[in-house]
């Protein structure tokens, strides 16, 4: 396992974070949730930049405090709300991370710069918000670690550039042995992209199910008044009242189609199973 939160527990103020997450080798695991919801907690958490409460942390298999430089050279990150310094160019930025890296690939970090347009002499301070997103993923994903920490990596960006740094973590996995823990507010890009996700709401990991699953097997009903009454409930996580009767998440849609097909069913997107783990009333 390159990851391993077990029951980690952070209190601040009337917010408590209270989540066990892993991440498996030739994964890329993600997390979706809301505004607020602790996915920047939980990133923070697995850096070992904020102390924890309760639970434990571990990486490669190891505690944070006993982890090797060559460990955490092993570690690729982009936090939410950092970055580099606004008065660094790309050619510095290549420069400073060669020397914080011994696998820092300059020729590779700025290949990829040029591939992706952005401009090489200016000042980070004068790129646009999804130039400066674009400069931190690439260079998090330059120095061969095995283990990638995205948070928000395509915030600010527009749908091409978010396709194009979709497929350079696509292409980042090619050797097999690593692993790509990352959030996002846009699930479709997790979907296309990570093999399984964890869905946070208010510090609490709600659902934590490999995508094709997500994808394949749940699905929504809508079911009458009577039609619900009558239903066996044995496989539906969630109900929500609405002005038919009751809209309802299940994690097994096809036992539902042979048994139940007078019943209207739909597939679900992922934005809509979430939006029912969160709102709707747990059965
Ligand atoms: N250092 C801190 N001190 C006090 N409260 C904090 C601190 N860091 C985070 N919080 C609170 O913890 C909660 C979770 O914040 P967090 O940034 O982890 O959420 P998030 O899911 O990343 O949100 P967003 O999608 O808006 O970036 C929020 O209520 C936030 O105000």
Do not use: W
């Not at 391993?4 to 890329?28: A, H, V």
């Not at 994808?215 to 496989?235: C, F, I, M, V």
């Not at 097994?252 to 709707?280: A, H, L, Q």
Request: charged fraction near 30%; charge should be negative.
């Amino acid at each position: 396992m390159l990851l391993k939160m077990e029951n980690i527990q952070k209190t601040y103020g009337d917010f408590t974070m209270n989540c066990s997450l892993e991440l498996q080798p030739g994964y890329i695991t993600g997390l979706i949730g809301p505004n607020g919801a602790g996915k920047t907690t939980v990133f923070k958490s697995a850096l070992g930049l904020i102390s924890l409460d309760q639970g434990a942390v571990t990486v490669f298999g190891k505690p944070f405090d006993q982890l090797s430089l060559k460990d955490k050279q092993d570690m690729g990150v982009v936090l939410a709300d950092s970055g580099f310094s606004g008065y660094l160019t790309i050619q510095d930025i290549a420069r400073v991370m060669k020397n914080l890296y011994q696998l820092f690939d300059q020729d590779l970090f700025i290949k990829k710069c040029r591939e992706s347009g952005l401009p090489l002499k200016k000042r980070v301070k004068d790129m646009s918000a999804g130039m400066k997103a674009r400069v931190k993923v690439l260079a998090a994903m330059s120095h061969e670690a095995r283990l990638l920490i995205l948070d928000e990596p395509t915030a600010g960006l527009d749908v091409l550039a978010r396709e194009e740094l979709l497929d350079t973590i696509r292409e980042y996995m090619e050797p097999g042995d690593r692993s790509v823990l990352i959030s996002s507010h846009i699930s479709t890009d997790l979907e296309q992209l990570c093999d399984d996700l964890y869905l946070i709401d208010n510090g609490t990991i709600v659902l934590h199910e490999e995508t094709d699953v997500l994808l394949g097997s749940y699905g929504l009903l809508k079911a009458t008044e009577e039609q619900y009454s009558e239903l066996d409930k044995s496989y539906i996580l969630c109900r929500k009242k609405e002005a038919y009767g009751y809209r309802l998440l299940t994690d097994k849609i096809s036992y539902y189609r042979e048994n139940k097909p007078e019943i209207v069913m739909e597939k679900g997107s992922v934005d809509e199973v979430i939006t029912m783990m969160i709102r709707g009333e747990r059965l």
